[in-house]
């Protein structure tokens, strides 16, 4: 799954990787549409952290081998799939063969896109075929037949276009209620959204589990880290300044929160 850039220009390219905005009509349904090819052999691990966004992986050549909380096994092989949100850190290795087509969708538009509830995806990698069925497969047949990267984004967005056009949105309860933990930062009481809602807590976290796949507190929970996590890119080591920010109780309170969601300390992140 498409990962970061080279550690140095001096270094050989070891990867290809194009990424392409949404195009106006799916701004609020994908976040970006990335073509990955790796160019030499070799083994790459990459560490992804409790993420907020829903991916369709389209695979050309090897798969990927993926493990969530743990290094993968050999078994632990994936071909073309989708993924739902996870709690925690997932390694993702390939070795130098692989190839493929990531969308990475919003929570509400994979919601519209897969047609299913989210918790069918939660904590798991479920095959194309699962997911798409035999449009699925039509998709990464069409993909697969043309070698132009711009071209493929054309067709798996016109695809996603017409697929998400014929869907049924989301109530505008729970897509408010969604939407209010996210642009909160994660902080907003949950019994406070029940409460506006007049929905009791177990009818709000089903409502949540199937517009997000998770319960409305590890929403939030993972909210909070990845504002966490995006502060933290500033550089300038005030964990401190960033737990309280972020809504943490405290520096330590943040700091097990960054071992559960990403299997490491704030500390190993910033150097």
Same mark, same amino acid.
């Given at each position: ?24 009509? &799916? ?59 996870? /709690? ?6 390939? #070795? ?13 538009? /994979? ?6 509830? &989210? ?8 095959? *194309? ?19 132009? %990267?711009?071209?493929?984004?054309? *067709?798996?967005?016109?695809?996603? =276009? ?11 309860? @729970?897509? %408010?209620?969604?939407? !209010? ?17 007049? %929905?009791?807590? !177990? ?7 199937? /517009?997000?796949? =998770? ?15 995006? &502060? ?6 005030? %964990?401190?300044? @960033?737990? /309280? ?10 700091? !097990?929160? #960054? !071992?559960? *969601? ?6 190993? &992140?910033?150097?």
């Amino acid at each position: 799954m498409p990962a970061g850039s080279q550690d140095s220009e001096n270094e050989p390219r070891h990867f290809f990787m194009l990424r392409r905005a949404p195009v106006p009509a &799916l701004r609020s349904v994908v976040t970006d549409i990335c073509g990955y090819r790796e160019l030499t052999p070799g083994h790459y691990r990459q560490i992804e952290y409790a993420t907020l966004i829903v991916p369709l992986v389209i695979n050309f050549d090897a798969p990927f081998a993926i493990a969530l909380g743990r290094p993968p096994q050999e078994d632990d092989r994936h071909d073309s799939f989708a993924a739902g949100l996870y /709690a925690g850190p997932v390694t993702i290795d390939s #070795f130098g063969h692989s190839c493929c087509l990531q969308v990475n969708f919003t929570l509400a538009g /994979a919601r519209r896109f897969f047609r299913m509830p &989210l918790s069918e995806l939660t904590d798991r990698m479920v095959p *194309l075929d699962d997911v798409l069925g035999h449009d699925g497969a039509a998709l990464r047949e069409a993909l697969g037949n043309e070698q132009d %990267w711009d071209r493929r984004f054309d *067709l798996v967005e016109d695809f996603i =276009v017409r697929r998400v056009a014929a869907a049924s949105p989301r109530g505008p309860q @729970i897509a %408010w209620a969604v939407d !209010r933990i996210l642009e909160s930062g994660g902080q907003t009481r949950i019994g406070l959204i029940a409460a506006e809602l007049d %929905w009791s807590r !177990r009818h709000l976290a089903e409502r949540f589990r199937d /517009a997000t796949g =998770v319960a409305p507190k590890t929403l939030a929970r993972m909210v909070r880290f990845n504002r966490a996590l995006q &502060l933290s890119r500033r550089g300038d080591g005030n %964990w401190a300044g @960033i737990a /309280a920010d972020c809504g943490y109780a405290d520096q330590a309170h943040l700091a !097990r929160e #960054f !071992r559960d *969601l990403a299997g490491t300390t704030p500390g190993t &992140l910033s150097t």
